[in-house]
């Protein structure tokens, strides 16, 4: 007999109304948006409903039976997604987790769904990852989790198409799944490729396959110079600073994310993880260790950007156990997702300004405007890697690879001052 089961028996009944309330009731007290909360009081509503025209008003497994057998009655009268069967089973939940333990338990936001493996490639997979973390000095977790999704996308088409053992996987095999991206930027089949390497050279070291098949693997260089990013004038960036409603809680954070980008020049990664105890109010610093190279990083708050941090800190953060300075706009209230690098951000500030598209318009187009400004004050390329938090001068020269006149568009005027110098 199941543990739930047990409390139900030791429980008083209560009387279904008085349940929905409850749960209504706590929904609206932790913030959810309303166009959500309506997502779970419309099916709450019909359930209602149901016991009335049955003479039910106390709380049943036997009455959510019934009203499950007879729910094609009000899917003809409520739009079909507010009865989907993901969103029902969850409205269902909430009610039952109220009825045994007066609320209802907070699901992780952002879960990225898996591919299924076999029992061998899962247990593998796990072992070659934690290879990477620990002796490869993987510590960017978007890296590696973007590198899981394409890995288990390639591991379930060799499971579909017969493969058992890892015997059975030749340099052929993974050669031909590689040809699908042949039309990919080449950069981003150099990722692709350097992730299958690495996972392949991981099984060889830990030695779950007999022969080096990460070395048939031919690698795709990767074209440092490139990539080219737009740099955007000081006006647009202007404009699209002003465009942000700072009156709404997601307007307070966006506008400061904005300004660290665009003022500070941090990495969506750095941005994501910044945590209240990396701003040092009194040195009017920050100080964190910087996730893609793992050293520690000490850099001065520009006023606008203080001011901007202390006004969604004080105004616009939500209370949260959680220690992340961001947080997402709508209960419940957790850090934001490891794989957003703020382009839907950034793009929707660009469209209320009423700014034309760019092909480049995200975090790392901030970043480069900044590099590309600050070089056109005259600051020698050691403080704009110190800046960028770049550990090698070369990774700087990449962002001085434009003509004269981007250069001369976004120049400083002799008496502005250099927040970075």
Same mark, same amino acid.
């Given at each position: 007999?199941?543990?739930?089961?047990?409390?139900?028996?030791?429980?008083?009944?209560?009387? *279904?109304?008085?349940?929905?309330?409850?749960?209504?009731?706590?929904? +609206?007290?932790?913030?959810?948006?309303?166009?959500?909360?309506?997502?779970?009081?419309?099916?709450?509503?019909?359930?209602?409903?149901?016991?009335?025209?049955?003479?039910?008003?106390?709380?049943?497994?036997?009455?959510?039976?019934?009203?499950?057998?007879?729910?094609?009655?009000?899917?003809?009268?409520?739009?079909?997604?507010?009865?989907?069967?993901?969103?029902?089973?969850?409205?269902?939940?909430?009610?039952?987790?109220?009825?045994?333990?007066?609320?209802?338990?907070?699901?992780?936001?952002?879960?990225?769904?898996?591919?299924?493996?076999?029992?061998?490639?899962?247990?593998?997979?796990?072992?070659?990852?934690?290879?990477?973390?620990?002796?490869?000095?993987?510590? *960017?977790?978007?890296?590696?989790?973007?590198?899981?999704?394409?890995?288990?996308?390639?591991?379930?088409?060799?499971?579909?198409?017969?493969?058992?053992?890892?015997?059975?996987?030749?340099?052929?095999?993974?050669?031909?799944?590689?040809?699908?991206?042949?039309?990919?930027?080449?950069?981003?089949?150099?990722?692709?490729?350097?992730?299958?390497?690495?996972?392949?050279?991981?099984?060889?070291?830990?030695?779950?396959?007999?022969?080096?098949?990460?070395?048939?693997?031919?690698?795709?260089?990767?074209?440092?110079?490139?990539?080219?990013?737009?740099?955007?004038?000081?006006?647009?960036?202007?404009?699209?600073?002003?465009?942000?409603?700072?009156?709404?809680?997601?307007?307070?954070?966006?506008?400061?994310?904005?300004?660290?980008?665009?003022?500070?020049?941090?990495?969506?990664?750095?941005?994501?993880? *910044?945590?209240?105890?990396?701003?040092?109010?009194?040195?009017?610093?920050?100080?964190?260790?910087?996730?893609?190279?793992?050293?520690?990083?000490?850099?001065?708050?520009?006023?606008?950007?203080?001011?901007?941090?202390?006004?969604?800190?004080?105004?616009?953060?939500?209370?949260?156990?959680?220690?992340?300075?961001?947080?997402?706009?709508?209960?419940?209230?957790?850090?934001?997702?490891?794989?957003?690098?703020?382009?839907?951000?950034?793009?929707?500030?660009?469209?209320?300004?009423?700014?034309?598209?760019?092909?480049?318009?995200?975090?790392?187009?901030?970043?480069?405007?900044?590099?590309?400004?600050?070089?056109?004050?005259?600051?020698?390329?050691?403080?704009?890697?110190?800046?960028?938090?770049?550990?090698?001068?070369?990774?700087?020269?990449?962002?001085?690879?434009?003509?004269?006149?981007?250069?001369?568009?976004?120049?400083?005027?002799?008496? +502005?001052?250099?927040?970075?110098?």
């Amino acid at each position: 007999m199941s543990a739930g089961y047990e409390r139900r028996r030791k429980l008083k009944p209560r009387k *279904l109304k008085s349940v929905v309330q409850e749960a209504s009731q706590d929904l +609206e007290k932790r913030r959810y948006a309303k166009t959500y909360r309506r997502s779970f009081e419309l099916p709450w509503k019909c359930l209602v409903a149901y016991a009335d025209s049955h003479g039910q008003q106390w709380w049943s497994e036997t009455l959510i039976e019934g009203f499950l057998a007879q729910v094609e009655v009000f899917r003809e009268t409520l739009p079909k997604t507010w009865f989907a069967e993901e969103g029902l089973n969850r409205a269902l939940r909430v009610l039952r987790e109220h009825h045994l333990y007066g609320c209802h338990e907070i699901k992780p936001a952002h879960v990225t769904l898996r591919e299924p493996l076999p029992p061998f490639m899962e247990h593998d997979v796990t072992a070659v990852f934690d290879y990477l973390l620990q002796k490869e000095r993987y510590s *960017l977790r978007s890296i590696l989790g973007a590198q899981e999704i394409r890995l288990r996308r390639f591991l379930k088409h060799l499971h579909d198409s017969g493969t058992v053992r890892w015997n059975q996987v030749t340099a052929e095999r993974v050669l031909d799944y590689l040809g699908r991206f042949s039309r990919l930027h080449p950069n981003t089949r150099c990722a692709i490729t350097n992730c299958f390497r690495r996972f392949f050279r991981g099984l060889y070291v830990l030695g779950r396959i007999r022969f080096a098949l990460h070395e048939q693997i031919p690698q795709v260089r990767q074209r440092r110079g490139g990539i080219q990013s737009d740099i955007w004038p000081e006006d647009e960036v202007k404009c699209t600073l002003d465009a942000i409603d700072r009156d709404s809680v997601v307007g307070r954070r966006d506008y400061a994310i904005l300004l660290l980008f665009a003022r500070m020049g941090l990495r969506p990664v750095d941005v994501r993880e *910044l945590r209240l105890e990396n701003i040092d109010w009194e040195a009017q610093v920050l100080e964190f260790t910087q996730s893609k190279t793992g050293r520690a990083t000490r850099l001065p708050i520009p006023l606008d950007v203080a001011e901007a941090l202390a006004d969604y800190l004080k105004f616009g953060r939500p209370a949260s156990e959680h220690r992340e300075v961001f947080l997402i706009g709508h209960a419940p209230y957790s850090p934001l997702a490891w794989r957003n690098n703020f382009y839907a951000e950034i793009q929707r500030c660009r469209a209320k300004a009423g700014l034309p598209p760019r092909r480049h318009a995200g975090a790392q187009a901030l970043r480069h405007t900044l590099a590309t400004r600050m070089l056109a004050a005259g600051n020698p390329p050691a403080v704009i890697a110190g800046a960028l938090g770049h550990r090698s001068l070369d990774s700087t020269t990449v962002y001085f690879r434009y003509d004269v006149e981007n250069l001369r568009a976004v120049a400083l005027e002799p008496e +502005e001052e250099v927040r970075h110098a």
